[in-house]
């Protein structure tokens, strides 16, 4: 009996009422979370959400804050699956909470635990950011061997959203194991010019034009790539193949 009381303690703490005070202060620490997130702060940002948590554990927002800085800035992968889920389980129709949870699972080689939950949040109407849904699902039908339903979604998120530079990359490397060149290039051409400043699409463009004989345009792109990239390893890369095109 007496190692029945710790779970019976765990089940009563779930089921005590948030006092009103609580409630408040847990917003004020949930803002203050969030203003320190958007300046370049996450470490405050956690702290301020774990102090929020313990004011008021029922609200699904602050879990899945909590699970976001876990998952996106602090690598705790494990925890932050589990932030995910309690904002889901407070909150069934959290769209938002299953498509960061599904991003988990992707990178995590976990896809089939995100593609019910993609598929749920593909179909709410309400939630604002479809394309990430499409974009996700796709890419995990792709890891599973449903090549024609990954493009089928990929091809849907980037309609919802033509400007959605991860849509274009994805397809442009979906053709390319495809050996599908041309279609690859022109969605790889899409990829950087939906995001110009984006090193990878000039890199991506550079070795699908080389692939193509077209070397003066491929070096071009190449150069643009040294000259975008934030990463040294990736700037030298770039210059490395275009050092090595035949004139330049």
Known sequence: MRRLLP?????????????????????????????????????????????ALKLDPKDPEIHHLHGLLLHMYFGELDAAAGAYLRAIALKPG???????????????????????????????????????????????KYQLGDSEGALRHLRAAISINPGFCLGYRNLGEIMENQGRMDEALRFVEKY????????????RRGLLLLERGRTAEARTAFVACSEKAKDEDLAGECIRHAELIPGS
């Open 7 to 51: 779970l019976l303690a765990i089940a009563l703490a779930g089921c005590a009422t948030v006092s009103a005070k609580d409630r408040q202060q847990a917003a004020s620490h949930f803002e203050i979370a969030s203003t320190a997130l958007m300046g370049g702060d996450p470490r405050t940002a956690l702290a301020e959400v774990e102090q």
């Open 94 to 140: 959290f769209s938002e909470a299953k498509v960061n949870l599904s991003a988990l699972y992707l990178a995590t080689n976990r896809c089939e635990l995100a593609v019910p939950l993609l598929e749920e949040a593909r179909r709410d109407l309400l939630y604002r950011e479809p394309y990430l849904a499409e974009n996700n699902l796709g890419w995990c």
């Open 192 to 203: 950087a010019k939906s995001c110009p400043d984006v090193a990878d699409a000039e890199l």
